[in-house]
């Protein structure tokens, strides 16, 4: 395990994973700004990870065929060379359950409308 720069606790950059998910999608990954005006529900002094960060690698991995915040935090190690090709990723990757409470407090409405938008721009 790895340490923030405010001594919180992270994955590391380079943790061995043993699933194999495929190729990753290339439609759409860098259109993921339309993720920008979605609300950050957390509180300031709790942002480890970007929001955007976050959300692209859950929407990445569920595509791929992640079921579950531990798949998706699984997706993230195995393809983090190729996420930081376009995430800015400065605490390393989420966990699962960092996941799970984001999306947990995301409002639903403005995160659909922005899925909506970014979904209409790759299709």
Known sequence: MGETP????CLPKTAPVAR????PPQVGATSL????????????????????DIVAIAILAT???AEGWVAIETY???KYDWLKQF???PNGLPYH???GRVFANLNPLK?????????????
């Open 97 to 99: 359950d960092t996941f």
């Open 111 to 123: 995160f659909q409308e922005c899925f909506g938008i970014w979904f209409n721009s790759i299709t």
């Open 20 to 23: 194999s998910w495929g190729e």
């Open 63 to 65: 595509i791929s065929g």
């Open 33 to 52: 700004h339309r993720f920008s005006t979605l609300p950050d529900p957390r509180i300031e002094r709790s942002k480890h990870h970007l929001l955007i």
């Open 76 to 78: 993230g190690q195995a």
């Open 87 to 89: 995430l800015e990723l």
């Open 6 to 9: 405010a001594g919180r606790r």
